[in-house]
């Protein structure tokens, strides 16, 4: 980038059509496909099983708001749309004042994507971690697993990875159990080999 390039901001974000998902990332303006069904059931899931008794409060857990694909600004040319983010209610009372929300979360889960990984993993996490969000969550639908962090010292600390066969208490929603396969799409049948 040269020092003549105009960085991007919200106000490039607000300017593309509404059916075009975009971010900006170090004052790039990125673009992504649609998600794929495995993208959104994830999504879908992770709403209900954490989402549901966090946001709503129906076990008593309550005191966040959950969201899904929300516009957060980090910096003036970092604002991202992670796919699923959460704040304790005590710190943002309440989300509905508008586009973005600048206040950092207290929980971000991305779910990995062919065109996502390596900005997930990479450049999204450094940035997650450098503005002091407490826990990150990646998620991959193709090899059915979880994987969960928490920030120590400015740095990821790995809390574990659980596979689709795991029923586990994840910082930090430990309140409740989450059945880690039901995140994921049943697998099409294998056809079964001639007798």
């Keep these: 980038m040269t020092a003549a390039t105009k960085l991007a901001t919200y106000a490039d974000l607000v300017a593309l059509p509404e059916d075009v998902k975009a971010e900006v990332l170090s004052g790039e303006l990125v673009t992504q ?14 709403s209900h099983f954490i989402g549901g008794p966090f946001s709503f409060d129906g076990g008593g857990t309550g005191g966040w708001w959950i969201v899904c694909e929300f516009d957060v600004r ?15 209610r005590s710190r943002l009372t309440s989300p509905h004042t508008g586009q973005p929300i600048d206040v950092v979360p207290d929980w971000i889960c991305e779910v990995l994507s062919p065109s996502s990984t390596k900005r997930d993993r990479l450049h999204k996490s450094q940035l997650y971690a450098r503005h002091g969000v407490p826990h990150y969550w990646l998620v991959d639908p193709v090899a059915r697993l979880l994987e969960a962090y928490a920030l120590d010292g400015g740095h990821w600390k790995s809390i574990g990875v659980y596979d689709e066969t795991a029923r586990a208490r994840i910082a930090p929603f430990e309140a409740v159990e989450l059945p880690v396969g039901y995140l994921f799409p049943s697998e099409p049948p294998t056809p079964e080999e001639p007798g």
């Design 33 to 46: 496909p649609s998600p794929s069904f495995p993208h959104v059931h994830v999504q879908g899931s992770m």
């Design 74 to 88: 980090f910096t003036a040319h970092d604002i991202v749309q992670p796919d699923l983010a959460g704040w304790r």
